[in-house]
C-alpha cells in the first residue's frame, strides 16, 4: 500500500516565522499535491508537483511556497508565517499512469500565534 | 472556475438506514472522485467515477455526467461509516473539493 508520511505531525509557530512542512513518499508516484483544511470545509489545493524540480500554483498558493527536490520529497515552505494560516495540512500522492487514486498522509496541524 | 456543491451539509442517521449524499458540479469535470474522512482526520479514496454507476460493499457511486451530478449511496448504515464524504473534481491535475457532508450514524 502507498506510505504517505509528514512532519512534523503538529506544530505551532509565531507569527512572522518561517515554517516548513516535509512530505516523503515511498511509492514512486509522479504527482504530489500539499492541501489545506480549515476546520468544518473541505481541502483546499495550495501546490501541487508533477515532476521532481517543479511545482505548480493549485487555487490558494498566495503566502506558500513549494519545493519537489526530488521524486519522493515535497515540502510546504511558510516564508512568514501568519494567522491566517492556522489550518490542518495535507499532502497527497498519486501515480500518473495508475488511476487517479490519491494516497494521502496523516495531516500536519499548523498554529500559529 | 470549476464549482463543487455538497448536499446535504450534514446527516445524523440511525444505523440501518440509507444514506444518499448529492454532489453537483459547475463544469464537464473527467474526474469525479469521492473521498472519506476519518473522524481522526485520515483522508482515503472511496471511488473515481467519472461517469455511470460502480459499486463496492455497501456503497454505490452514480455520476451522471452531462447533468454534472454525482451521488454516493451508503446502504444500512453502520456507526463505522461516521464521517465526512468529499467529492472532488479534476479536468486537469489539480483536484478541486467539496466542502463535504459530515455523516453521523447513531447506534
Known amino acids: 500500500e502507498a506510505a504517505v508520511t509528514q512532519s512534523p505531525r503538529s506544530k505551532v509557530a509565531v507569527t512572522g516565522g518561517k515554517v516548513t512542512l516535509s512530505c516523503h513518499q515511498t511509492n514512486n508516484h509522479d504527482y504530489m499535491y500539499w492541501y489545506r483544511q480549515d476546520t468544518g470545509h473541505g481541502l483546499r489545493l495550495i501546490h501541487y508537483s508533477y515532476v521532481a524540480d517543479s511545482t505548480e500554483k493549485g487555487d490558494i498558493p498566495d503566502g506558500y511556497k513549494a519545493s519537489r527536490p526530488s521524486q519522493e520529497n515535497f515540502s510546504l515552505i511558510l516564508e512568514l508565517a501568519s494567522l491566517s494560516q492556522t489550518a490542518v495540512y495535507f499532502c497527497a500522492s498519486k501515480d500518473r499512469d495508475r488511476g487517479y487514486e490519491q494516497y494521502f498522509g496523516p495531516g500536519t496541524r499548523l498554529t500559529v500565534l | 472556475g470549476q464549482q463543487v456543491q455538497q448536499s446535504p451539509a450534514s446527516l445524523v442517521l440511525q444505523e440501518g438506514e440509507n444514506a444518499e449524499l448529492q454532489c453537483n458540479f459547475s463544469s464537464t469535470a473527467t474526474r469525479l472522485q469521492w473521498f472519506y474522512q476519518h473522524p481522526g482526520g485520515r483522508l482515503v479514496s472511496l471511488f473515481y467515477n467519472p461517469s455511470g454507476t460502480k459499486h463496492t460493499g455497501r456503497l454505490t457511486s452514480t455520476t451522471v455526467t452531462n447533468e454534472r451530478r454525482s451521488s454516493l449511496h451508503i446502504s444500512s448504515s453502520q456507526t463505522t461509516d461516521s464521517g465526512t464524504y468529499f467529492c472532488?473534481?479534476?479536468?486537469?491535475?489539480?483536484?478541486?473539493f467539496g466542502a463535504g457532508t459530515k455523516l453521523s450514524v447513531k447506534p
Open positions: 472532488a473534481i479534476s479536468n486537469n491535475n489539480a483536484p478541486r
